[in-house]
């Protein structure tokens, strides 16, 4: 996914000498106290240090590592985004079930140079418990292109504008046993430089790039023998897909995309493409030692992602007395199979032979059509189908979705999501329940370069 040939000096971040193998230092956290969060994000441009270097970044408050805010069901948050760039910018909340207009997960929102937009919302009380993030969703205007040629969703988040979310509230559906576990926040992305600066211009996310936890290069993570750790883990990149594995330690499902799993999956691996987040149990090796989180070679059908070191996890201390993994999480959801479907769809993602344009339904994207509709209540099936020769992870703002089949195999319901691989050549059939919200809202591949070249489409949901 080359749209051109990288400038000259375009390449990895060169890690200093000593910068891996310190403890993870885990984002700073604004949380919500007393039922509301309120703070302020300020976007500018600045000079800080990854892995040991001084790199020209965009960052929220000053930090390459953004802020995580922690909110809980039912809390009201009030975001103020200051801008201190000089290019527009704005913000998505992604996952998070809520309005998206107004001064809520409204995407339409630009926040020029100078200016400042407050957002606003009540999480509502039923919301699901998890990971969820928040980054730049910039959709330059027609009448400002010639002037911020460089700016859209991926160049921002490239560049660092992306932070979590954490919707508190997870443990309360584990036994009593599993309440009091250790957590990590654990951040993917990945960063190429030229010079002293981020690549803010084609990129190429098949190029070598130097991946990132928290922030830092190959951190160490601590565990003792058989302890269990909750990982709240999630893909705040803007192209590249992870596949994690952590020798001798399977990952416990408990959570896919903050919604709670009905039974716990034991996965050797987990696949993380942009905006991807799985909520696990990791348990300890039951004797010291050393071990290499990491992510294994993947095939994305364009690009093709080499194994890599993410981070050491360092095994020691007491041993402890190995807690079981519940046989369900959170039982009771609905299955949409059960509804009948107002409406049946076919969604065709595909793309020109040179990879530089993407199409919905043969369209690219238009901000003034409304490309498809629904009605408040009803639901939906959608059968998404991809006929270009690389992998697109679908995205839905707003509903999250189930799962009914991929290439014709039907999936066993487990929970909601709001992302889903389309297999080269392939298709999955989706349901989407719209409750709760209307308003215009969208779908999107989220590899943020196919985002950018037009792999988008409005949804007008109305009473």
Same mark, same amino acid.
């Given at each position: 996914?080359?749209?051109?040939?990288?400038?000259?000096?375009?390449?990895?971040?060169?890690?200093?000498?000593?910068?891996?193998?310190?403890?993870?230092?885990?984002?700073?956290?604004?949380?919500?106290?007393?039922?509301?969060?309120?703070?302020?994000?300020?976007?500018?441009?600045?000079?800080?240090?990854?892995?040991?270097?001084?790199?020209?970044?965009?960052?929220?408050?000053?930090?390459?590592?953004?802020?995580?805010?922690?909110?809980?069901?039912?809390?009201?948050?009030?975001?103020?985004?200051?801008?201190?760039?000089?290019?527009?910018?704005?913000?998505?909340?992604?996952?998070?079930?809520?309005?998206?207009?107004?001064?809520?997960?409204?995407?339409?929102?630009?926040? &020029?140079?100078?200016?400042?937009?407050?957002?606003?919302?009540?999480?509502?009380?039923?919301?699901?418990?998890?990971?969820?993030?928040?980054?730049?969703?910039?959709?330059?205007?027609?009448?400002?292109?010639?002037?911020?040629?460089?700016?859209?969703?991926?160049?921002?988040?490239?560049?660092?504008?992306?932070?979590?979310?954490?919707?508190?509230?997870?443990?309360?559906?584990?036994?009593?046993?599993?309440?009091?576990?250790?957590?990590?926040?654990?951040?993917?992305?990945?960063?190429?430089?030229?010079?002293?600066?981020?690549?803010?211009?084609?990129?190429?996310?098949?190029?070598?790039?130097?991946?990132?936890?928290?922030?830092?290069?190959?951190?160490?993570?601590?565990?003792?023998?058989?302890?269990?750790?909750?990982?709240?883990?999630? &893909?705040?990149?803007?192209?590249?897909?992870?596949?994690?594995?952590?020798?001798?330690?399977?990952?416990?499902?408990?959570?896919?995309?903050?919604?709670?799993?009905?039974?716990?999956?034991?996965?050797?691996?987990?696949?993380?493409?942009?905006?991807?987040?799985?909520?696990?149990?990791?348990?300890?090796?039951?004797?010291?030692?050393?071990?290499?989180?990491?992510?294994?070679?993947?095939?994305?059908?364009?690009?093709?992602?080499?194994?890599?070191?993410?981070?050491?996890?360092?095994?020691?201390?007491?041993?402890?007395?190995?807690?079981?993994?519940?046989?369900?999480?959170?039982?009771?959801?609905?299955?949409?199979?059960?509804?009948?479907?107002?409406?049946?769809?076919?969604?065709?993602?595909?793309? &020109?032979?040179?990879?530089?344009?993407?199409?919905?339904?043969?369209?690219?994207?238009?901000?003034?059509?409304?490309?498809?509709?629904?009605?408040?209540?009803?639901?939906?099936?959608?059968?998404?189908?991809?006929?270009?020769?690389?992998?697109?992870?679908?995205?839905?703002?707003?509903?999250?979705?189930?799962?009914?089949?991929?290439?014709?195999?039907?999936?066993?319901?487990?929970?909601?999501?709001?992302?889903?691989?389309?297999?080269?050549?392939?298709?999955?059939?989706?349901?989407?329940?719209?409750?709760?919200?209307?308003?215009?809202?969208?779908?999107?591949?989220?590899?943020?370069?196919?985002?950018?070249?037009?792999?988008?489409?409005?949804?007008?949901?109305?009473?």
């Amino acid at each position: 996914m080359s749209p051109a040939p990288p400038p000259p000096g375009v390449g990895p971040l060169r890690p200093a000498r000593g910068a891996g193998g310190v403890p993870l230092r885990e984002p700073r956290v604004y949380r919500s106290r007393h039922g509301v969060l309120n703070v302020t994000l300020i976007a500018s441009s600045r000079m800080v240090r990854i892995a040991g270097r001084r790199v020209i970044a965009k960052v929220y408050d000053g930090s390459w590592v953004a802020p995580t805010l922690s909110i809980a069901p039912g809390d009201l948050v009030k975001v103020k985004l200051v801008n201190h760039l000089d290019e527009p910018t704005n913000l998505h909340f992604h996952g998070l079930e809520i309005s998206p207009g107004g001064h809520a997960d409204n995407i339409f929102v630009t926040v &020029n140079p100078g200016r400042s937009f407050q957002y606003r919302f009540r999480l509502p009380r039923d919301a699901p418990t998890g990971t969820f993030w928040y980054h730049s969703h910039l959709m330059v205007p027609a009448s400002e292109a010639a002037r911020y040629p460089n700016a859209g969703s991926e160049e921002q988040v490239f560049d660092g504008l992306s932070g979590l979310i954490e919707v508190r509230g997870l443990t309360h559906d584990l036994p009593a046993s599993l309440r009091g576990l250790p957590q990590r926040y654990l951040a993917l992305r990945d960063v190429q430089v030229h010079g002293d600066r981020i690549v803010s211009r084609d990129i190429d996310s098949d190029a070598p790039t130097t991946r990132l936890v928290d922030g830092q290069y190959d951190p160490t993570v601590t565990i003792a023998p058989g302890q269990t750790q909750l990982w709240h883990i999630a &893909n705040i990149g803007a192209d590249i897909f992870y596949r994690l594995s952590l020798p001798g330690s399977p990952f416990e499902v408990i959570a896919q995309d903050g919604h709670p799993v009905i039974h716990p999956d034991r996965e050797p691996t987990l696949v993380l493409p942009p905006g991807k987040r799985w909520d696990v149990l990791v348990t300890g090796a039951s004797k010291p030692g050393r071990a290499s989180l990491q992510t294994l070679p993947y095939d994305q059908g364009d690009d093709h992602y080499p194994r890599a070191r993410l981070a050491t996890v360092v095994t020691r201390g007491a041993a402890r007395r190995a807690v079981p993994t519940p046989r369900t999480i959170l039982p009771h959801q609905l299955n949409l199979l059960r509804i009948r479907a107002a409406r049946r769809r076919t969604i065709v993602f595909s793309e &020109n032979p040179a990879g530089t344009s993407f199409f919905i339904n043969g369209r690219s994207y238009d901000p003034h059509q409304i490309d498809f509709r629904a009605r408040l209540g009803t639901v939906q099936q959608w059968e998404i189908v991809n006929e270009t020769d690389e992998q697109h992870p679908f995205h839905l703002h707003t509903y999250p979705m189930q799962a009914i089949s991929v290439d014709g195999v039907p999936v066993a319901f487990n929970g909601y999501q709001d992302e889903i691989v389309l297999p080269i050549g392939g298709y999955v059939v989706v349901r989407v329940h719209f409750v709760q919200f209307t308003g215009l809202t969208v779908f999107h591949c989220h590899i943020l370069a196919h985002e950018d070249m037009g792999m988008m489409a409005n949804l007008l949901v109305t009473r």
